[in-house]
């Protein structure tokens, strides 16, 4: 069965300081894995995708790397923001079930001042 | 519009009653989901249509909820007979492809059994 986790549930950090998110995949075969970010009562914005070539892939703060070998990506938030407090969402893809992707249940992420 | 559309953007209902939710997508995309979240939860996959055919109705929870979609643009979830239960946000998506493809969520339909 395709899997996502992410660690940690939540997450606490001050304005200003960087934080790392963590997913787990067991989806195969892999197509690709993309990062979300979901405000409060909002729909979720894709930050990032990656692809099975790519190691890493950049939008302005946020960092996300993929090791497909390990079926591991990490979102590395860089120099936070009161507006990063939001919950992030990671999503695979399966290359063999066209239509559907595997949701993580996502990290809370708060930036407090 | 530019984005994904979605009415109403809340909805009480009392349980018993049938709710219609609509999804408007982005112009020209061919694919369509449907997902539903609880509070505090996860997204939860419901259906998928590529044009006006569901290849996937996988995710429905009950025959009490169906989903169309006409002319490859907007789709109307029905929820018959509402539940409790069934008070969560639901989303839906567009993508210019299938599953590989970045999904454009709008903003949800936020359905309040009481």
């Known amino acids: 069965k395709n899997q996502v986790e992410q660690s940690p549930q939540s997450l606490i950090i001050l304005e200003g300081k960087n934080c790392t998110l963590q997913?787990?995949?067991?989806?195969?075969?892999?197509?690709?894995l993309r990062w979300y970010k979901q405000d409060t009562g909002r729909g979720p914005v894709s930050l990032t995708i990656?692809?099975?070539?790519?190691n890493t892939k950049s939008n302005g703060r946020y960092t996300a790397t993929l090791d497909a070998d390990t079926k591991q990506s990490s979102l590395h938030i860089t120099a936070s923001q009161l507006s990063d407090s939001a919950s992030y969402i990671c999503v695979v893809s399966d290359r063999s079930n066209a239509g559907k992707s595997t949701f993580g249940d996502g990290t809370t992420l708060t930036v407090k001042p | 519009g530019a984005g994904v559309s979605q009415s109403p953007s809340n909805k009480v209902t009392e349980k018993g009653k049938d709710v219609e939710l609509r999804c408007d997508p982005i112009?020209?995309?061919?694919?369509l989901y449907w997902y539903r979240q609880s509070l505090g939860q996860g997204l939860e996959f419901l259906i998928y249509f590529q044009g006006n055919s569901a290849p996937d109705k996988s995710g429905l929870p009950s025959d009490r909820f169906s989903a169309e979609r006409t002319g490859g643009s907007v789709s109307t979830l029905t929820i018959q007979r509402t539940q409790q239960e069934d008070s969560a946000v639901y989303l839906c998506?567009?993508?210019?492809?299938?599953?590989?493809?970045?999904?454009?969520f709008g903003e949800g339909s936020r359905l309040t059994v009481l």
């Open positions: 990656m692809t099975f070539s790519e």
């Open positions: 998506a567009s993508s210019p492809s299938g599953a590989a493809g970045e999904l454009f």
């Open positions: 112009s020209g995309h061919t694919a």
């Open positions: 997913c787990n995949y067991t989806v195969s075969p892999f197509s690709n």
